[in-house]
């Protein structure tokens, strides 16, 4: 059994550190609130964060990073996208081995568009870090917490590394499939956080479920074309890191990313909604990363420009959806036209 750091005591650190204490793990779940830490160690809960989960004997709570990571074989980072970077920093000094590092954030960062892989091996010296890798895919904390049924894809540009994280956290519960496109399975779940929150803004707006496999569809095709044009093997967009959690997030009321929209679409303004959500709504700066990604790169992404001007300009939701409907014909393959297309010039 591994000895397995998770750094991020929120709804998905905690989620994941319970399923690798299932497969008898030695787990420690590092906060960086002292309160937080000592609340989780006196009632041996996470309420703020994930409720009806009770944490068992072998999850130990730290709240000093260094004592956290203490001979640790894996380091698992599950904090919000924004706090990568001040996190790696912190442990440069921490480690005092090179660390096998997973993450399971789903973000990019705006103004650098760097993914989270990428800010990891920017911060951490090779020689602290074996290999990084992420965990991806369709998975609610609050269901993995109940012990449904699960399935995530883990990659690394190292597969065999890969299948040692797989074997560290598959079970029967939570099923662990491994994909060589960390570009892929990084972006599939970052960029799908755009579409649910445009999905959440359409059911607010009471539109119904053609609208919904609408923005599902050509959500996926505008994915797939930023993706594709950063490296990303289309066919991974076919997957559980892309179409299997665009489903997901679009659909659940579980998802962050869809109550935000939902209350966006209901007339709230972003601030009022994100201090009310007391948790990270990735697919804030997610959009903006991307938008300015698509000005830059000139590539078409309607969906995700409408929800840039709705969240950042004060756009009227209903006004951009009657933009994007009436929007110049298309044919509508065209997309996956450009997507080989840029795949070829490879
Ligand atoms: N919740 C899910 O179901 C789920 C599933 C898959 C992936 N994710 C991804 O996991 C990441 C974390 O999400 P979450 O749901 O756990 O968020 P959360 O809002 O539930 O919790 C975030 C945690 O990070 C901590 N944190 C905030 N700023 C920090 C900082 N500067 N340094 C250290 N810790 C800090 C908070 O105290 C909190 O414990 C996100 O990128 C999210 O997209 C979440
Ligand atoms: O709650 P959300 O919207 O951050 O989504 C959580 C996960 O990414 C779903 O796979």
């Excluded at 990363?289 to 969240?311: D, H, K, R, V």
Aim: hydrophobic fraction near 40%.
């Amino acid at each position: 059994m591994a000895n397995i750091s998770v750094l991020g005591a929120g709804s998905w650190g905690t989620a994941l550190a319970l399923v690798l204490a299932d497969n008898d793990h030695q787990v420690r779940l590092w906060a960086h609130r002292v309160e937080h830490a000592e609340e989780m160690r006196k009632t041996r809960e996470n309420k703020r964060y994930l409720e009806n989960a009770s944490l068992p004997d072998n999850i130990q709570i730290f709240d000093d990073l260094t004592e956290s990571v203490e001979g640790s074989d894996y380091i698992l980072l599950a904090v919000p996208t924004k706090a990568v970077r001040e996190v790696c920093r912190s442990l440069i000094t921490a480690l005092d081995s090179p660390a096998t590092v997973i993450h399971a954030s789903k973000g990019i960062e705006p103004k650098t568009y760097k993914r989270v892989s990428e800010v990891i091996t920017e911060e951490i010296p090779e020689e602290k870090r074996r290999a990084v890798i992420v965990l991806s895919g369709p998975s609610h904390a609050e269901e993995v917490a109940l012990r449904q049924p699960t399935t995530v894809t883990v990659s690394s540009e190292n597969l065999e590394i890969a299948e040692e994280v797989q074997s560290l956290f598959i079970n029967s519960q939570f099923r662990v499939y491994t994909s060589p496109d960390l570009v892929g399975v990084e972006l599939g779940g970052s960029l799908k956080n755009i579409i649910a929150l445009g999905a959440g803004i359409s059911d607010g707006l009471e539109y119904g479920d053609n609208a919904k496999a609408a923005l599902i569809t050509r959500g996926l095709a505008e994915v797939a074309r930023l993706g594709t044009s950063m490296g990303a093997n289309p066919l991974t967009f076919s997957g559980l890191a892309g179409i299997g959690d665009l489903i997901v997030t679009c659909t659940s009321s579980h998802s962050r990313n869809w109550r935000a929209g939902f209350k966006l679409g209901k007339g709230e303004n972003l601030q009022t909604v994100l201090a009310d959500m007391g948790m990270v709504v990735e697919g804030v700066r997610t959009t903006e990363a991307a938008f300015q990604m698509a000005e830059e790169q000139n590539i078409n992404m309607p969906i995700t420009s409408g929800i840039y001007y709705i969240l950042f300009k004060d756009a009227n939701p209903r006004e951009v959806v009657e933009q994007l409907m009436t929007r110049v014909r298309r044919h509508e393959m065209e997309d996956l036209v450009d997507v080989l297309d840029q795949k070829m010039k490879k």
